[in-house]
């Protein structure tokens, strides 16, 4: 008999994976739960792979919900929505892998594949779980969003000045953030460099976002074509997990 994927909390995952957030109080919810449950998974020498995603994920979406709340955006409706499909990708990637289909996209598995070793620097594993939903998963949220709203992904209107709001609250989360996965030798040369790191992760977001944007738009363009569709999965797939699986090599242990 195949030992269950997630060890011990794997019922707990599946429970929770059952049904998909509604909003986006929701998908914070159902991040915080997810992160009390990874957190338990047996420990490998360091840490968890996906929690140290999973985390960063929770304190970005949480930062989107207190815009929401505070009417940040011009069109809370879009940004709400987006973040629900978002959201959706994720946990059913996670889903596939509880049920080992072997649908899982690869861009995924390469980060699950590790929950039991060998072990992955907390700031790879989270940059990797970064590449595996922006450049895999966004640009067909983003398709499933407009399809849904009976809009489409213009440049420059409120939507898409909504979107780029996102990369401000990266900007603004990046420092205390990375500065999280950090040993004490680390941020010694961290406070060396200044602001430097800051600056250019920050940019990195900015420009893997704009990729996601312009990928959204090319699958909007044959969201009708089927066989079109399922290429350009294919395509963002591959080449996300080709990064995933540097990021999660021992050359990615250079970002720590």
Same mark, same amino acid.
């Given at each position: 008999?195949?030992?269950?994927?997630?060890?011990?909390?794997?019922?707990?995952?599946?429970?929770?994976?059952?049904?998909?957030?509604?909003?986006?109080?929701?998908?914070?919810?159902? +991040? %915080?739960?997810?992160?009390? $449950? =990874?957190? /338990? #998974?047996?420990?490998?020498?360091?840490?968890? *792979?996906?929690?140290?995603?999973?985390?960063?994920? +929770? %304190?970005?979406?949480?930062? $989107? =919900?207190? /815009? #929401?709340?505070?009417?940040?955006?011009?069109? *809370?409706?879009?940004?709400?929505?987006?973040?629900?499909?978002?959201?959706?990708?994720?946990?059913?990637?996670?889903?596939?892998?509880?049920?080992?289909?072997?649908?899982?996209?690869?861009?995924?598995?390469?980060?699950?594949?590790?929950?039991?070793?060998?072990?992955?620097?907390?700031?790879?594993?989270?940059?990797?779980?970064?590449?595996?939903?922006?450049?895999?998963?966004?640009?067909?949220?983003?398709?499933?969003?407009?399809?849904?709203?009976?809009?489409?992904?213009?440049?420059?209107?409120?939507?898409?000045?909504?979107?780029?709001?996102?990369?401000?609250?990266?900007?603004?989360?990046?420092?205390?953030?990375?500065?999280?996965?950090?040993?004490?030798?680390?941020?010694?040369?961290?406070?060396?460099?200044?602001?430097?790191?800051?600056?250019?992760?920050?940019?990195?977001?900015?420009?893997?976002?704009?990729?996601?944007?312009?990928?959204?738009?090319?699958?909007?363009?044959?969201?009708?074509?089927?066989?079109?569709?399922?290429?350009?999965?294919?395509?963002?797939?591959?080449?996300?997990?080709?990064?995933?699986?540097?990021?999660?090599?021992?050359?990615?242990?250079?970002?720590?």
């Amino acid at each position: 008999m195949t030992a269950p994927v997630w060890g011990p909390v794997h019922q707990d995952i599946a429970d929770l994976l059952a049904d998909h957030p509604a909003d986006v109080p929701a998908v914070v919810d159902h +991040l %915080t739960k997810l992160q009390d $449950v =990874l957190v /338990r #998974l047996p420990p490998l020498h360091q840490s968890c *792979p996906l929690a140290d995603f999973n985390g960063l994920y +929770l %304190t970005i979406t949480a930062k $989107v =919900l207190e /815009r #929401l709340y505070d009417g940040r955006f011009a069109d *809370p409706a879009f940004l709400s929505r987006l973040d629900v499909e978002f959201a959706a990708r994720y946990f059913d990637a996670l889903r596939l892998w509880t049920e080992s289909s072997p649908y899982t996209p690869q861009a995924w598995a390469c980060i699950f594949e590790r929950m039991h070793g060998p072990d992955v620097r907390p700031l790879p594993a989270a940059a990797a779980g970064v590449n595996a939903h922006i450049n895999f998963d966004l640009p067909f949220a983003l398709v499933t969003t407009f399809d849904h709203l009976e809009s489409e992904p213009a440049d420059d209107g409120d939507q898409h000045r909504d979107y780029l709001q996102i990369n401000e609250i990266f900007a603004e989360s990046i420092p205390t953030l990375r500065r999280g996965y950090l040993d004490r030798w680390q941020l010694i040369i961290d406070t060396l460099n200044g602001d430097l790191d800051d600056w250019y992760q920050g940019e990195l977001v900015q420009y893997t976002r704009d990729v996601a944007w312009r990928n959204a738009q090319r699958i909007w363009r044959v969201r009708h074509d089927a066989h079109a569709r399922e290429r350009e999965r294919d395509r963002l797939d591959g080449t996300a997990s080709r990064l995933g699986r540097l990021l999660l090599s021992p050359l990615g242990a250079l970002l720590q």
